[in-house]
């Protein structure tokens, strides 16, 4: 297992690398070109330019996250042609710079979903909320101008202001596309990039749609085991993969997060590792780490990448605000690290305890 660390750029995240190489275990930086808008090619150049920044701390720049996907590629629209040709590029420049795993989405319209971004827990901090009556009863454009008014919130990745200058145009292009109609573009995306990454040395690792589960009537695909299996089988080649989020997928209780890793396993390229709460009206809260702060047995889930002998790349998800840290929502300097030293303390005492057994370290 590789410990990485997202991490928003130069003069862009508060934190600064220097505070990273301080967190124990941490061997890459997760990034991205954030302010490149989805469909256009990573130019060489900018992406040199991250792995000089991130080179002088001794981190790797394997992991992408994300390279996002453009609507018209969702949608099936015969500009889908352009977009795909610059992902291919896109996917050239960044095996050329050695990058390893790409994570991208295909969520229609709005990526990851939350109603409160700072809400106060019991112990003083504030944790990203999903008040599940609160989407269900509104309509989304209501629901993005709600939303805008709370801060941090187009900080958030996929949150960017130029995705929602559309939103009407675009909950119209929606209507036609139903779960098949998405299921049929994303093989079509599938077949036409996978080779591409394969050629270049990367794996491609999609993120599970979050929450699992369709809102505003847009189609939501990648949401349980059933749909991964499907997902796997529609292009079969090693560099079609998964980024495994415990926290995206368990929010719908009926997903078993360990049970995945143990059969998706030598397709998971990216494990994003976090814990939430359930409320039986179908809220869930985000919580640290632990594995009795949440409804995620998250000691099961790293045992369980232990016992496979995971040996791709992990990161801390989401974090609470703790400490009156001024951060991003969800993406914290002091939360994460803790979350962390959580995941490395539980995989440090499964080394101990195979080694003991006589299993292999
Ligand atoms: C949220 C993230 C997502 C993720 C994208 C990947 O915290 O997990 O925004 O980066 O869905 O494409």
Partial sequence: MKMTFRW????????PLKYIKQIPGVEGIVWALHDIPAGECWSVDCIEEVKMQTAKYNFNIDVVESVNVHEDIKLGLPSRKKYIENYKNTLKNLGRAG??????????VFD????????????GSTALFYEKAKVDNINPVKFLEQMSKQEGLLTMPGWEPERFSKIKELFEAYKEIKEDELW????????EIIPAAQENGIKMAIHPDDPPWSIFGLPRIITCG????????LVDNPSNGLTLCSGSLGSCAKNDIAAMVREFGDRIYFAHIRNIRHFKNGDFAETSH????????????????????YKYYIRPDH???IWDEKCRPGYGL???????????GLWDAFEKISASKGGTV
């Fill in 290 to 309: 632990k594995t009795s702060d949440g409804s995620l047995d998250i000691t099961e889930i790293v045992k369980e990448y232990h016992d496979i002998g």
């Fill in 334 to 344: 002091y939360d994460r690290s803790l979350g962390i030293m959580y995941i490395l």
């Fill in 319 to 321: 974090g609470r605000h």
């Fill in 112 to 123: 990851w979903t939350r109603t409160d971004l700072y809400k106060p827990q019991s112990d």
């Fill in 184 to 191: 049929e573009n994303l093989k079509y995306f599938l077949q």
């Fill in 99 to 108: 990058v390893k795993v790409v994570c991208y989405n295909f969520m229609p």
């Fill in 8 to 15: 928003y750029g130069k003069n862009v995240d508060p934190i």
């Fill in 226 to 233: 059933d749909n991964i299996r499907k997902f796997l089988s």
